[in-house]
């Protein structure tokens, strides 16, 4: 009698990966069989890659795709890098295809000449692979993450020699007019800087990881499952369509700023997001404390049809001009006993049944 045992998704990875280790060929030919860019690639992309150019294309669509694909599973950081592994690797050229191996040019070109065909090839992969995440987890499948971070780039504005400079001219316009510890020199210094990179206006300035830097700003869409969803950059294009998330830089705050940011992006793009993907329905949100504002709320259950919302108080509350104070769970307390809190009066219609 033969018996069968079910193989767990840590012993596949074990084996993939010392394949991958031990048996490069082995590896390539495992990835071969297992991807099947007639499903993956739009036909779409193939329409406008075989387009009429005037003579035939001497490098095709699959074997630069899978080009692509080496770069990312291997980790080459540069077109450079990937065009050597290419000549030096007979395994490499007959996995992507190539006679010939095209030069740094024909990739920047392909990248740059089939952007939108790229995208949206990553949409329709989305679409395939929704049904295997509700296999594995329905539950967490059916959760929708969102978080805005950046590509720090490499700007002048990023080197610390730039905010240091401002910070000690500062530092030294207090000491000469005699400010108290009122004046901030930090959050002046914040406030002093330019909005953007001075080589280029995508490149905003941010506050991510406890630092503000110049990176090029990004909202991301998981699902419970760590698996990404989607990927906006909030660029020019992107900015555009969308003017209304556009909020003016405060001079002394920039924890402020990025909530701000953060509150004013997450509904554009989950808007976009389910637009471009109707069969994936909303059902759990999760989010962090930047997005606890009751017109938030609202647009998450009523205009995208969320059925469950979890998002943390903003514990850092504070009302200028009030004699009271607010507790860790957002309600004002009594301003003679700030452990009694305030009670609602009146109808009870606003809450959610």
């Known amino acids: 009698m033969i018996t069968h045992k079910q193989l767990t998704l840590a012993e596949v990875f074990d084996d993939c990966q010392n394949k991958f280790d031990n048996d490069k060929y082995q590896f390539l030919s495992l990835l071969d069989e297992a991807i099947n860019l007639d499903e993956i690639v739009p036909v779409s992309f193939v329409s406008h890659f075989h387009a009429k150019t005037g003579r035939p294309r001497k490098h095709q669509l699959y074997p630069m795709l899978k080009a692509l694909l080496l770069q990312r599973i291997f980790s080459i950081p540069t077109d450079t890098l990937l065009i050597v592994f290419l000549k030096y690797s007979q395994e490499l050229r007959d996995f992507c295809g190539f006679d010939v191996v095209p030069d740094g040019s024909k990739f920047t070109r392909f990248k740059q000449d089939f952007l939108l ?3 949206s090839m990553f949409d329709h992969l989305v679409d395939l692979t929704e049904p295997i995440c509700q296999k594995l987890n329905p539950a967490l499948a059916d959760m929708t993450i969102f978080d805005t971070s950046g590509i720090e780039a490499w700007v002048m504005e990023n080197n610390p020699k730039y905010a240091n400079r401002i910070i000690k001219q500062l530092k030294a316009f207090k ?3 005699n400010l108290d510890d009122s004046y901030d020199p930090y959050k002046a210094a914040y406030g002093s800087m330019p909005t953007h990179a001075a080589s280029n206006q995508a490149i905003q ?5 406890g630092h503000f830097c110049y990176a090029y700003k ?3 869409v998981t699902n419970g499952l760590g ?3 989607d990927i906006s950059f909030y660029n020019k294009d992107f900015l555009n369509a969308h003017p209304d998330i556009v909020v003016e830089k405060k001079s002394d705050s920039p924890d402020e700023d990025k909530s701000l940011a953060d509150s004013k992006a997450l509904l554009p793009v989950l808007i976009d997001f389910f637009k471009k993907h109707p069969l994936i329905e909303p059902k759990t949100f999760l989010g962090d404390a930047a997005f606890d504002t009751i017109e938030i709320y609202k647009s998450l259950f009523e205009d995208i049809g969320f059925r469950k919302v979890f998002i943390p ?3 850092k509350l504070s009302m200028e001009g009030t004699d009271y104070t607010v507790n860790e769970n957002g309600i004002s307390c009594c301003p003679h006993d700030s452990t009694l809190p305030m009670k609602r009066e009146g109808s009870k219609s606003h809450l959610r049944s």
């Not at 300035?205 to 990881?209: H, T």
């Open 313 to 315: 108080l903003r514990v």
């Open 175 to 177: 000491k000469s007019h």
């Open 205 to 209: 300035q941010m506050y991510i990881n």
């Open 218 to 220: 990004f909202g991301i």
């Open 117 to 119: 065909d790229l995208q």
């Open 227 to 229: 698996i990404v969803r």
